[in-house]
T-cell receptor
């Protein structure tokens, strides 16, 4: 059974600092997604990582995927208050022809303090 | 059209009521999903439909009854719910269940059972 873990669960950062969120998953997959969720809102797609070694950047966020280590990272550079939200990684359990089903990590609540 | 539309946005229902949640997409996606999200938790998969047929039921209680009348529409019929069923219900779609390069989520229905 696919399990997806994130750490940390809660991250309090100062504006201007850098930090990394880690996402580990338990079975083989070559598709990983990062989402942002604001309180009471739906999921906003941030990144789609489709192969080993994939790296994508958007603004102050950069995501990478290492399928051999079953690890993805979301790096935050020079955090600003607007980045405060919950961040989820999600792994596609459809590897090898199995039915796609997106399994979410535990989530990281990011609070950026001025 | 690149959206998944969910209605209603908010729903309050009594434990003896019958209600339905609706999800619609016009992107030609052939896989559609229902997720349930409790407060401060990650979304949990409930059902997967592929080509209008139920592909996965994640052991969801029978008081939740999904229906896919056509390739664009997904319903979730609710009957005799319990207060613990109060949650955000998210609908999503993807190109297919074998090869998908992204999931599109709707804005969700906030359900309160009283």
């Amino acid at each position: 059974e696919l399990k997806v873990e994130q750490n940390p669960l809660f991250l309090s950062m100062q504006e201007g600092k850098n930090y990394t969120i880690y996402c580990n998953y338990s079975t083989t997959s070559d598709r990983l997604y990062w989402y942002r969720q604001d309180p009471g809102k739906s999921l906003e797609s941030l990144f789609v990582l489709l192969s080993n070694g994939a790296v994508k950047q958007e603004g102050r966020l950069m995501a990478s995927l290492d399928t051999k280590a079953r690890l993805s990272t979301l790096h935050i550079t020079a955090a600003v208050h607007d980045l405060s939200a919950t961040y989820f990684c999600a792994v596609d359990g459809g590897y090898g022809g199995a039915t796609n089903k997106l399994i979410f990590g535990t989530g990281t609540l990011l609070a950026v303090q001025p | 059209d690149t959206e998944v539309t969910q209605t209603p946005k908010h729903l309050v229902m009594g434990m003896t009521n019958k209600k339905s949640l609706k999800c619609e997409q016009h992107m030609g996606h052939r896989a559609m999903y229902w997720y349930k999200q409790k407060a401060k938790k990650p979304p949990e998969l409930m059902f997967v439909y592929s080509y209008e047929k139920l592909s996965i039921n994640e052991s969801v209680p029978s008081r939740f009854s999904p229906e896919c009348p056509n390739s664009s529409l997904l319903n979730l019929h609710l009957h005799a719910l319990q207060p613990e069923d109060s949650a955000l219900y998210l609908c999503a779609s993807s190109q297919g269940i074998r090869w998908s390069y992204g999931y599109t989520f709707g804005s969700g229905t906030r359900l309160t059972v009283v």
